[in-house]
């Protein structure tokens, strides 16, 4: 009950922004005239401007009141001081709330103020109190899903100016009913009519490319929001409430076009004071609906932005439908690009139908059935190629993290069941390879990975794959063991896709994604990978001994200048020491010396070995005696240094100390390494 209220109170408190904001900005296109002084239909809007003003210090009130009783659980701490200025001042949305509070506080003295300069109405007016409306609408951008991503302009600017040109639009829509509703209770001078028509044609100017700006920067925020995953468009909540608003949108659309093509025509050309009535009632009734559809859809949208978990996050514990859409999977297949591009320039040319129709002067019924069929025509001819078999678990996030123990778990049980068939670098050519009946695929050197998502590695790892001989291994294998498998695949596909890293850092292309690991070391510091991003990059030395003596001793002799350059150096030996030995290495050793999950950091970035002039591919492939990582501080793997395969190498610490400034000097993405598949 309490978040019902809660998400009732932020709705009315954005649509009476919204509304605040639209009608001043179409007063100011009416401009400065004495008939626009002096009609009723002005002064009504003005009068409520501060009653919506107060809704929406109330709406924030019972927001906040609603928020802190969800957070806390207790009702009665709405009545404690000390509870509510602790949520004000200590929290982002609390701060960002009191700054929202504050703002719309001047909103409603500004329009008072309006109000009381009644006799003095200037555009200029108009449009510093829609300015000032704008602020908490940017306040409230501060606080939404994409500030959750960091507070970079990128991140607030498409959805503040998403939730502006909203209001433009929607706010704009009651100051157009009030108009016309003089037009239904009282007769006109053929003047009136006449300049009535420039304001509406003005208005209807701007909202052309205010709507298609609202749809572009909706594009742009909803793409940041799902980071990729669209599936969950159609299989969360999240995605239905989002389809839900498409569609609104859609029919406003249609009525707004609707308003501008038929109703606006006949009311501007009006011959006679019957005719101009009529038009301006039938123009009244379809712009009431509109702006009925337009409240439900900031409804829908208030929904969106505070109460479901955005896509990004949402989960897909179970794929409803029997197939999904691939362009990876499906684009090399023959004849799909031929019949992709011609399903899509039927749809262009509907949208070219749909416009010539419209010049045509067609009908409205033969204006919808002709485009519409074409548009559906190059739906069925450019969606079924880009279909794959897809699973209930297609989706599904892995549970299990993708890292170090996670993979090297994996690789016993690929060793165990696996290696026989697929090989032991998983080329597909195993000893048995050649007795099956179909041929398994190269998961190492082939977009497997790529064009397949985790979860359906685990549907096959679970139950087989059809129509062929691998079988399941839901009765062998623990849920857990067969993500480490799952896990094991894609780091053993991802290893093959560093291939193409060197020594030297390629400026601003961050695509490799290590696996993460936790560690103990020998001066009894621990941490995890993860620790590191956000602050410094991460030189991770994997070294054999005595094989890697003089390098130690020369990475120890440079501790200074590495402090000097804000990296973090990580050793790992690569094979269990002697304690002697062990004692020996970390003699005045400034570096952590990682110990416990050292052998399980070893094989998993060992899968990262294999370089373009040292591909590797042959029998078990072989481990280099060292290898030296550079990772970056959002958490991806940028460069590597193998001796035994590099011809010049990080040995020469100029070269090594350049690449760690190109590293500290490079601006950190929107989105950072993910911690699982």
């Given amino acids: 009950m309490i978040e019902i209220l809660g998400a009732a109170a932020r709705w009315f408190q954005l649509t009476a922004n919204l509304i605040i904001l639209g009608s001043c900005v179409f007063l100011a296109l009416a401009g400065i005239n004495k008939r626009v002084n002096a009609a009723l239909w002005v002064e009504k809007l003005e009068r409520l401007f501060p009653r919506l003003a107060i809704g929406i210090l109330i709406g924030l009130i019972v927001t906040i009141a609603a928020t802190i009783a969800q957070i806390t659980g207790e009702t009665n701490k709405l009545l404690e001081i000390e509870t509510v200025s602790h949520f004000i001042t200590g929290t982002r949305t609390g701060t960002m709330w009191a700054v929202q509070f504050a703002l719309a506080v001047m909103l409603w003295i500004s329009t008072v103020m309006l109000i009381r300069m009644t006799p003095v109405r200037s555009p200029w007016r108009y449009i510093l109190t829609a300015i000032i409306a704008m602020l908490p609408l940017v306040a409230d951008a501060l606080v939404s899903h994409a500030a959750a991503e960091g507070m970079a302009m990128a991140?607030?600017?498409?959805?503040?100016?998403?939730?502006?040109?909203?209001?433009?639009?929607?706010?704009?829509?009651?100051?157009?009913?009030?108009?016309?509703?003089?037009?239904?209770?009282?007769?006109?001078?053929?003047?009136?009519?006449?300049?009535?028509?420039?304001?509406?044609?003005?208005?209807?100017?701007?909202?052309?490319?205010?709507?298609?700006?609202?749809?572009?920067?909706?594009?742009?925020?909803?793409?940041?929001?799902?980071?990729?995953?669209?599936?969950?468009?159609?299989?969360?909540?999240?995605?239905?409430?989002?389809?839900?608003?498409?569609?609104?949108?859609?029919?406003?659309?249609?009525?707004?076009?609707?308003?501008?093509?038929?109703?606006?025509?006949?009311?501007?050309?009006?011959?006679?004071?019957?005719?101009?009535?009529?038009?301006?009632?039938?123009?009244?009734?379809?712009?009431?609906?509109?702006?009925?559809?337009?409240?439900?859809?900031?409804?829908?949208?208030?929904?969106?932005?505070?109460?479901?978990?955005?896509?990004?996050?949402?989960?897909?514990?179970?794929?409803?439908?029997?197939?999904?859409?691939?362009?990876?999977?499906?684009?090399?297949?023959?004849?799909?690009?031929?019949?992709?591009?011609?399903?899509?320039?039927?749809?262009?040319?509907?949208?070219?139908?749909?416009?010539?129709?419209?010049?045509?002067?067609?009908?409205?019924?033969?204006?919808?059935?002709?485009?519409?069929?074409?548009?559906?025509?190059?739906?069925?001819?450019?969606?079924?190629?880009?279909?794959?078999?897809?699973?209930?678990?297609?989706?599904?996030?892995?549970?299990?993290?993708?890292?170090?123990?996670?993979?090297?778990?994996?690789?016993?049980?690929?060793?165990?069941?696996?290696?026989?068939?697929?090989?032991?670098?998983?080329?597909?050519?195993?000893?048995?390879?050649?007795?099956?009946?179909?041929?398994?695929?190269?998961?190492?050197?082939?977009?497997?990975?790529?064009?397949?998502?985790?979860?359906?590695?685990?549907?096959?790892?679970?139950?087989?794959?059809?129509?062929?001989?691998m079988p399941g291994y839901k009765d062998e294998l623990t849920e857990e063991d067969r993500w480490d498998l799952v896990n094991y695949v894609f780091a053993l596909s991802r290893g093959y896709q560093a291939r193409i890293l060197s020594p030297e850092v390629i400026p601003n292309r961050a695509h490799v994604q290590p696996p993460v690991f936790s560690y103990n070391a020998h001066d009894g510091s621990s941490g995890a990978l993860q620790d590191f991003r956000g602050n410094k990059p991460v030189l991770l030395v994997i070294f054999s001994w005595p094989y890697s003596q003089a390098r130690i001793a020369q990475l120890k002799a440079v501790y200074t200048t590495l402090a000097a350059q804000n990296i973090q150096v990580l050793m790992v030996p690569a094979h269990e020491l002697e304690a002697d030995v062990l004692a020996e290495i970390t003699q005045d050793m400034p570096y952590p010396v990682v110990a416990d999950t050292a052998r399980e950091i070893t094989q998993s970035y060992a899968l990262s070995r294999r370089t373009m002039s040292h591909p590797d591919l042959l029998g078990r492939g072989s481990i280099p005696d060292h290898m030296e990582y550079l990772i970056d501080r959002s958490g991806y793997l940028r460069a590597r240094w193998i001796p035994s395969a590099d011809e010049t190498g990080w040995e020469n610490m100029g070269l090594l100390i350049k690449q760690i400034e190109q590293l500290n000097t490079e601006k950190l993405p929107v989105v950072q390494a993910k911690d699982t598949l």
């Fill in 155 to 469: 991140n607030i600017l498409p959805y503040a100016l998403h939730i502006i040109l909203a209001g433009v639009w929607l706010g704009g829509l009651p100051a157009l009913l009030l108009l016309k509703y003089e037009y239904v209770k009282q007769e006109k001078s053929a003047r009136a009519n006449v300049f009535d028509s420039h304001i509406l044609k003005r208005f209807s100017t701007v909202a052309l490319p205010v709507m298609v700006l609202i749809m572009a920067t909706g594009i742009i925020v909803s793409d940041r929001i799902f980071d990729g995953n669209y599936a969950t468009l159609v299989a969360t909540p999240y995605g239905w409430l989002l389809l839900a608003k498409l569609a609104l949108l859609g029919v406003i659309l249609i009525i707004a076009s609707s308003v501008r093509a038929y109703w606006l025509p006949r009311f501007t050309n009006s011959k006679s004071s019957d005719e101009t009535r009529s038009s301006a009632t039938g123009m009244r009734k379809w712009v009431r609906i509109e702006f009925l559809w337009a409240v439900v859809l900031v409804l829908i949208a208030t929904i969106l932005a505070n109460n479901a978990t955005p896509a990004k996050y949402a989960q897909i514990e179970e794929w409803p439908y029997s197939f999904r859409f691939s362009i990876a999977a499906t684009w090399n297949t023959e004849n799909v690009p031929i019949l992709v591009w011609s399903g899509l320039i039927l749809i262009v040319t509907a949208f070219g139908v749909l416009f010539y129709g419209r010049f045509s002067a067609w009908n409205l019924k033969r204006l919808i059935i002709i485009p519409s069929f074409v548009f559906v025509l190059g739906l069925a001819v450019a969606l079924p190629p880009l279909t794959i078999e897809a699973y209930p678990e297609t989706y599904r996030k892995p549970p299990v993290p993708f890292d170090a123990i996670s993979i090297a778990y994996g690789a016993q049980n690929y060793t165990e069941h696996c290696v026989e068939c697929h090989g032991h670098q998983g080329k597909g050519d195993g000893i048995k390879a050649r007795t099956l009946s179909t041929v398994p695929p190269d998961m190492l050197t082939e977009p497997h990975t790529v064009e397949h998502t985790p979860g359906d590695f685990y549907h096959w790892i679970t139950y087989g794959m059809k129509n062929t001989d």
